[in-house]
């Protein structure tokens, strides 16, 4: 599916600057057609076939990495970050290694590894959400990047949106209403939002989030961090593993202007339709990937898919006389050979000798938590550190 980007820029204010419109209290008015029902439907069929591919711990790592690499690329790339893809796949990958070296002591390189350090670790914005929370999450954004703004603190003083030529395009919520109104975007959130489908909810969430514009700097990296945590949240479990930012920010004007369209005339519609369209397009794209790497269909016998079915339904260690249960009429020696073999090709972990050997399919995410845990430790603030050490139960 490709995007018609054209037919979208139809969608234009009327003029310059728009104003965002006080809602005391927030209660959106949502209104969607046809063509998106079948739209959502067809993601929410992808978000759960991907749970049924099975990958080996190698491929499933990258195809995370790769995803979380282009969604942090685009949000800090559209924010003035001179890094380019390449750049923030390298510091990704050695991030989720364990073997990121610190090349500078702040800025580009630090704004990555914070995004992806959040990323790993979403229980630090865990529901409900509250202004503290919110909060939180722009100071480690914005942590150590040579931010010259109050961090982590909603602002005091009034902004606007300038273009590069100094042309003002947008003049968010006056400083002394910043609070009232987030708090009823977070009422909204914590008790309306989880009524409607994952894409409608958390874009007409990060619609208002951007309109209220809360802080002196970062608002839409972290806008765009808690709009995936909110497709999550919201159903769509599997949406970490789409390159959801490139499709909705390659087009940077567009993107501005669908949100500038949606203060002017109220309706949300257009933005909805245009962040369905391009979620769409990641899932097809994973879907893609992940259809390559399956191993359910890469030739393995009867008796290794059995195992590797029942290993992920079951998600917890296993011995050989399990297994060998599982697949029926099978000697012990043909079962261990099997298991020794998933083992090899990174889908099984193994400990434990002889009669005490334990399996269990790999987790690359839990994998990854444990090396980032310990990048968090010589990239973060104090404050983050002791909000992870609560939050971190790995599997045993």
Known sequence: ???????????????????????????????????????????????????????????????????????????????????????????????????????????????????LIHGIFPEISSFPWTHEKIEFLNFILLWNTGANTKMGEYRKNHCSVKTSTGMEIFIPAPPEHVREEMGFLLDWVNHQAPAYDPIAGATVFFHEFESVHPFEDGNGRTGRSLFHLLLQELGLRNSNLCKIDCYILKDSELYYQLLAYADYTGSYAELIDFFSYSILKSYEDAQKRLSQMDLINSGLDEISLRILRKSKERQKWFTLKEATEWVGEVGDQTVRSRLNELVEMSVLERIGQTRATRYRLRDPLDEIRREVLEIAYENSPEELMEKIKGITPYRE
């Open 1 to 115: 599916m490709t995007i018609d980007y054209y037919n979208y820029y139809e969608f234009k204010p009327g003029g310059y600057p728009v104003k965002h419109r006080r809602k005391e209290p927030f209660i959106p008015m949502i209104n969607v057609g046809t063509a998106y029902r079948d739209r959502i439907n067809e993601i929410r069929r992808f978000d759960f076939e991907f749970d049924r591919f099975i990958l080996s711990a190698d491929d499933y790592g990258k195809l995370i990495e790769d995803a979380y690499a282009s969604n942090v690329h685009w949000s800090t790339k559209l924010e003035g970050n001179p890094l380019t893809e390449q750049e923030t796949a390298k510091i990704t990958s050695d991030t989720f290694s364990g073997t990121l070296i610190r090349e500078r002591p702040f800025g580009p390189f630090q704004e990555i590894v914070n995004h």
